[in-house]
């Protein structure tokens, strides 16, 4: 059974800094890695998707890297803005063919202006 | 603008009521899913349709019950509820492989239907 973990459940950083938020999975037969963002009381925003053949993905200044080997993704936000809080969740496709998404419990982002 | 689009937005229901949520895509995706989100809990998948049929239960109960009436359209049917079933409700849609057809399996999400039983 894929299990998805996102460490840690909460993150503070002041405005303008590099950040880098973690997901690990434990079955590294994926189909693909999707990372969205969620804000208070709303619906999941997709940011970036990588499929299991790729490596890393660019948008603006996200960039999300996957390791399949050791079972780990990063999702790399640089220059933060207070726009960017949000609760960031990972979710993992498995076993293609009878896809099965696993949502991690998300990283909750506060950028303090 | 969000491809999916769902309503209501909030509902608020006796135990007793009965109750629909609808899910509208306007993506031409082939799979459609509802998943619950409660507090710090991660989002839990409830059903999922491909090409309009339902390839997923994951041991939902029966006071829930979904309808797919075409690629576009999902319905929550919501009957004798519970207070515990109080939570956030997501649709999604996705435009999954098969058949030889392409597909990338991404989802985009509705901006959910907020429950709260009473």
């Known amino acids: 059974k894929q299990e998805v973990t996102q460490i840690p459940a909460a993150l503070s950083v002041p405005e303008g800094e590099n950040l880098v938020l973690n997901c690990s999975f434990t079955d590294s037969a994926i189909y693909n890695l999707q990372w969205f963002r969620q804000d208070p009381g709303k619906g999941l925003t997709s940011l970036l998707l990588i499929q299991s053949s790729q490596r890393e993905q660019t948008s603006g200044r996200l960039n999300a890297s996957l390791d399949k080997s050791s079972g780990r993704s990063t999702l790399y936000i640089a220059a933060s803005q207070p726009g960017d809080s949000a609760t960031y969740l990972c979710?993992?496709?498995?076993?293609?063919?009878?896809?099965?998404?696993?949502f991690g419990t998300g990283t909750r982002l506060t950028i303090i202006p | 603008e969000t491809g999916v689009t769902q309503t209501p937005r909030h509902l608020v229901m006796g135990m007793t009521n009965k109750k629909s949520l609808k899910c509208e895509q306007h993506l031409g995706h082939n799979a459609m899913y509802w998943y619950k989100q409660s507090a710090k809990k991660p989002l839990e998948l409830m059903f999922v349709y491909n090409f309009k049929e339902q390839t997923e239960n994951n041991s939902v109960p029966s006071r829930f019950s979904p309808e797919c009436p075409n690629s576009s359209h999902l319905f929550l049917h919501l009957h004798t509820l519970q207070p515990e079933d109080s939570a956030l409700y997501l649709c999604?849609?996705?435009?999954?492989?098969?058949?030889?057809?392409?597909?990338?399996?991404?989802?985009?999400f509705g901006e959910g239907s907020r429950l709260t039983v009473l």
């Open positions: 979710a993992v496709l498995s076993n293609f063919g009878n896809e099965k998404l696993t």
């Open positions: 999604a849609s996705s435009q999954d492989a098969r058949d030889g057809e392409a597909g990338t399996g991404e989802l985009f």
